[in-house]
T-cell receptor, first 115, second 113 residues
Framework: AQSVTQLGSHVSVSEGALVLLRCNYSSSVPPYLFWYVQYPNQGLQLLLKYTSAATLVKGINGFEAEFKKSETSFHLTKPSAHMSDAAEYFCAVSNWDNQGGKLIFGQGTELSVKP | DTGVSQDPRHKITKRGQNVTFRCDPISEHNRLYWYRQTLGQGPEFLTYFQNEAQLEKSRLLSDRFSAERPKGSFSTLEIQRTEQGDSAMYLC???????????FGPGTRLLVL
């Protein structure tokens, strides 16, 4: 079975500081990995996805994530936080081969950005 | 491309009542997914359709839940005899094919009193 663990339910950074949101996955088959962002009372928006091509994935709004198989990690980073980055972030894993593409989400990390 | 839409956005009901939610996927998207998100948690998979065929249902989906996608376009999720534990955000997502990105709607927030 696949699962995702997001370390830290709340992360607070200062504006301009590095953002690092941690995600570890468990999968018995090569995974496909995703980061989604959710603003209050809204649905989820895809930030980036890893689908077995380049291990360093660049997404929207300056975010990127690196797939590290040896560490079973897919941490999300952004060099300089902006106030508009404050939101809930979800890491998800999927297996297109035999899981129908359903997404398995972590519990989420709420990012706060201080002025 | 108008995005995935869901209706209603909010629903308050009394325990024991039936409720129905609607999801309109992005035009020509063959796959449609339903997820449930409770407060402070990530979304959990409920069920998905490829065209009009319902291909998988989660064990989270009790007999009180039923979903349809009659013509392979919009989908409905019905909850019968609602319980307070059904209070959650119900999210719909669609994708064009298996490998394509899932686009999410704004969700329907259900409160069962």
């Amino acid at each position: 079975a696949q699962s995702v663990t997001q370390l830290g339910s709340h992360v607070s950074v200062s504006e301009g500081a590095l953002v690092l949101l941690r995600c570890n996955y468990s999968s018995s088959v090569p995974p496909y990995l995703f980061w989604y962002v959710q603003y209050p009372n809204q649905g989820l928006q895809l930030l980036l996805k890893y689908t077995s091509a380049a291990t360093l994935v660049k997404g929207i709004n300056g975010f990127e994530a690196e797939f590290k198989k040896s560490e079973t990690s897919f941490h999300l980073t952004k060099p300089s936080a902006h106030m508009s980055d404050a939101a809930e972030y979800f890491c998800a894993v999927s297996n297109w081969d035999n899981q129908g593409g359903k997404l398995i989400f972590g519990q989420g990390t709420e990012l706060s950005v201080k002025p | 491309d108008t995005g995935v839409s869901q209706d209603p956005r909010h629903k308050i009901t009394k325990r024991g009542q039936n409720v129905t939610f609607r999801c309109d996927p992005i035009s020509e998207h063959n796959r449609l997914y339903w997820y449930r998100q409770t407060l402070g948690q990530g979304p959990e998979f409920l069920t998905y359709f490829q065209n009009e065929a319902q291909l998988e249902k989660s064990r989270l989906l009790s007999d009180r839940f039923s979903a349809e996608r009659p013509k392979g376009s919009f989908s409905t999720l019905e909850i019968q005899r609602t319980e307070q534990g059904d209070s959650a955000m119900y999210l719909c997502a669609s994708s064009q094919t298996l490998q394509e990105t899932q686009y999410f709607g704004p969700g329907t927030r259900l409160l069962v009193l």
